[in-house]
């Protein structure tokens, strides 16, 4: 694993490196040694359920805790033994954790100040218009909202020019509403800076709408890393399916490959599967577990089946629920291949025969199929998403 010549590229000066870095608590194990980099100028996003070790990790990054094993590398400088201030890197809080007594305008100079810097008005205001404040910069934290005094938070982090911005739940304290516009703002300041932003967060909708690249964590380790819409489109593992919105399976049958395509076997039909986006093991007869997401399926009822398109995989069962919420309506189908599939039927022209009892016939682009390896855990990921909703 180690090597005793740092072989760095002179390329990759800005990057956040990993290599191997793990942390124990005795016999516990919160972060499993793992292998990571982040890409200079990229907005990184570590995602999982409480518990995982986003925020240990992060804090290996910033220094606060000590790894157990491995190496911090921030370009070509190993960090591992540096303190916190000796690192270019500054961290932004859940609590943001603003002195109270100082106005805004100091609050942001704070980092200059304690550097002896004396001239430090220009410098403040351009980050208090950088995420808009400038008018608030005689105000006290107290008298600004919750988003506000956050946007003060990540000035006062920016304004000591890190090379990389760690943020911890930064937007854990806001209401949905406020949270959603703290999302594009976060973001806005990233491109416009263009420094590296490492974002915690529990919640899948921010990690897509905000991040680059995602690394989905569970309990210690890296499930899966990639662009958002990859990892939405490609999971590889039932966790990752799960955790990142809803997803159907079947268990289904390997029973021939040709021309780049899996026939499978599931409940007396057969299903097509893209040999690309399979990440199960695939000998003839094995099993592998079918993924589709709901929004990608069609529902038509069963008396207009002759006019679905050859080429589509399909199946057919009962509507067991159907839920409208204005945009979609939502549908629960009991099949012989899997007890409620979800199916998100948007509405354009709504077919009033499709009802609870009303048999239909589901049917997707093979293309839109992903396999994985049917020795998971369906479930693995849907439960903490339930338990963070309650
Ligand atoms: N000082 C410590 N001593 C013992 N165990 C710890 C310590 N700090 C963290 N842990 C454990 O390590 C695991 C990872 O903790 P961490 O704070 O990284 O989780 P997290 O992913 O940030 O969770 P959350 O979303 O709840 O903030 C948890 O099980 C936690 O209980
Ligand atoms: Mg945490």
Redesign the pocket.
């Given at each position: 694993m180690k090597t005793t010549k740092d072989t760095t590229a002179p390329g990759d000066s800005g990057d956040v490196r990993l290599t191997g870095i793990g942390k124990t608590?005795g016999a516990?194990t919160?972060v499993h040694p793992l292998d990571l980099t982040v890409p200079e100028g990229s907005f990184f996003a570590l995602l999982?359920?409480?518990?995982?070790?986003?925020?240990?990790?992060l804090r290996m990054i910033a220094g606060l805790e000590e790894p157990t094993s491995g190496t911090v590398h921030l370009g070509d400088q190993d960090v591992t033994a540096l303190p916190p201030y000796k690192r270019p890197v500054n961290t932004v809080f859940q609590s943001y954790a603003l002195f109270p007594h100082l106005d805004i305008f100091e609050n942001v100079a704070f980092g200059l100040r304690r550097r002896g810097i004396r001239s430090v008005k220009k410098q403040v205001e351009e980050m208090l218009e950088l995420v808009q404040l400038g008018e608030q910069a005689r105000k006290k934290p107290h008298q600004l909202s919750g988003g506000q005094q956050q946007r003060v938070a990540v000035a006062r982090a920016l304004i000591n020019h890190p090379k990389v911005l760690l943020l911890d739940?930064p937007l854990g304290a806001l209401d949905l509403k406020l949270r959603r516009q703290m999302q594009l703002e976060l973001k806005r300041i990233q491109t416009e800076v263009g420094i590296t932003f490492v974002h915690?967060t529990?919640d899948q909708e921010e990690a897509m709408t905000m991040a680059d690249t995602v690394a989905v964590?569970n309990a210690?380790r890296v499930e899966q890393l990639g662009a958002p819409a990859d990892l939405y489109e490609n999971p590889r593992t039932t966790f990752v399916a799960n955790f990142l919105g809803t997803s159907n399976f079947i268990e289904a049958e390997v029973d021939s490959a040709s021309g780049g395509e899996l026939v499978l076997r599931a409940g007396g039909g057969k299903l097509i599967l893209p040999e690309a986006r399979n990440s199960a093991p695939t000998t003839t007869g094995g099993k592998v577990l079918v993924g589709v997401r709901p929004e990608k399926i069609s529902l038509t009822h069963a008396d207009d089946a002759g006019g679905i398109p050859a080429g589509r995989n399909r199946i057919t069962g009962r509507i067991a629920g159907a839920g409208f919420i204005g945009v979609s309506t939502q549908f629960v189908v009991d099949s012989p291949v899997c007890a409620d599939f979800e199916v998100y039927v948007q509405n354009i022209d709504r077919d009033p025969r499709l009802v609870p009892g009303a048999e239909v016939v589901l049917h997707w682009n093979p293309a839109h199929t992903f396999g994985l390896d049917a020795a998971q855990d369906i479930d693995a990921g849907v439960e903490t998403v339930e338990e963070e909703v309650a």
């Open positions: 608590y516990f919160a999982g359920a409480s518990g995982c070790g986003k925020t240990t990790t739940e915690v529990h964590m210690g």
